[in-house]
Every structure is written in C-alpha cells, then in structure tokens.
C-alpha cells in the first residue's frame, strides 16, 4: 500500500517521470544509483552512515550564509575488505552533501566484464586512473568516490584487525591538488568482518 502512494510521490519529487526506483538507466546515473538491489543491501547490512557537523549540508555550499564556487570532493574509503558494501549507498554520496553526481572508481579490467561493466557504468563508475577521475572532477563536475585501498586491500581482511592499506596512495593527493578539491575521509565499520578472506600462503593471487 505505501508504495502506490510514496511511489508517485517520489517519481514527482525527483523528476524521474514515468521511471520506476528499481531501473537501471545507462543515461541517467543519478536514477540508476536508487537500484533495488543497492538499496536493499543498505537494508539487509544495516549501513548507518555518521558524519561530522562540519559536513552538514550547507557547509560543502555555502560559506557564511553565502554561496561558494560548491567545489566537488573527493571521498576516500578504507578498508576495502572482500566487498565494500558502505558505498552502495550511491545517492549519500550524490546528495546528501552536496547536489554532485558522485562517481566511484574501479580496476578498468571490471568495465569490461559482460553485465558486470554495463552495471558499473549505468551508475556513473570510472576506472581508477588519474585522467578519468581528473576529468569526473575537472570536466563532469563530479565528486569522486575511491576505496583507497583497492583490491590489495582484500588480503589484509580480518575480522580481528582492522588494517588500511594506504601507505603508497599518495597519488589521490597529487589529483586533489591539481584539481583544488578537498579529501573527504571516510572508514567503512563492519567491511573486514563481513566475510573471511582465505588467501594463498604463497601470496600469487595478491601479486596478480
């Protein structure tokens, strides 16, 4: 019954037009990043999101009480864990601090996968190279999501011990720079613990 009513109602106060919640649009990332599937694993997870009061909407905006140049950031998640269900919740990142399309990073290899890629580019990722997040940031006004731990960031998945691996990502300051835009740290409660990470004792699966 709530959805017959709060359907309609959502359709209209977004603009989405004859669009259902659960599309995926390759045309319309904002749309696509309500998918159902996302949506329902922020429920089935419980992800609570928890900011400081210096990120409240309007402080990314406005600047006392008047409107700043509403620059894109960039958000840096770790740890990665086996799969980082916290950024599944694409419109936090969209909306919620600022009005900009947040488009998260992935190895370029993930683009190419068959149903896999068509996913991830439907809801606005670009591989994890410094000319496509220069150009999300600089060209697209976009923000840009990034776990900065990456896949390496896998291996060191424990449910005892927290581990971020981000001593050789210095590059992500090195975009920031260049594109006058500030990091936004984030840590992701609950990605370690999620599930057990068995690896080769040899290390060849983190080496490829």
């Not at 980082?84 to 996968?113: D, E, H, M, Q, R």
């Not at 976009?142 to 005892?160: W, Y």
């Not at 001593?167 to 992701?188: E, H, M, S, W």
């Amino acid at each position: 019954t709530w959805r017959i009513v709060m359907v309609p109602i959502f359709l209209k106060r977004y603009d989405r037009g004859p669009k259902l919640a659960d599309d995926l649009d390759p045309s319309d990332h904002f749309h696509s990043q309500y998918l159902f599937t996302e949506r329902n694993i922020t429920k089935y997870c419980s992800i609570s999101y928890v900011w400081p009061a210096s990120l409240q909407r309007p402080a990314l905006t406005e600047r006392n009480g008047t409107h700043t140049n509403n620059k894109p950031v960039i958000y840096c998640l770790i740890p990665h864990g086996l799969c980082p269900y916290g950024i599944v919740g694409y419109p936090y990142f969209s909306k919620v601090w600022n009005s900009k399309l947040c488009s998260w990073t992935c190895a370029p290899f993930l683009l190419t996968i068959p149903f896999v890629g068509y996913y991830l580019r439907a809801t606005g990722y670009v591989p994890a190279k410094s000319g496509p997040i220069l150009e999300a940031l600089t060209k697209k006004d976009r923000n840009i999501g990034i776990v900065l731990d990456g896949i390496d960031g896998m291996f060191h998945s424990s449910p005892h011990e927290e581990v971020g691996v981000v001593g050789n990502r210095k590059g992500i300051c090195k975009i920031a720079l260049q594109a006058d835009v500030a990091i936004v740290p984030i840590y992701g409660f609950g990605h370690t613990g999620l599930y057990d990470v068995v690896v080769d004792p040899f290390g060849i699966l983190q080496f490829l």
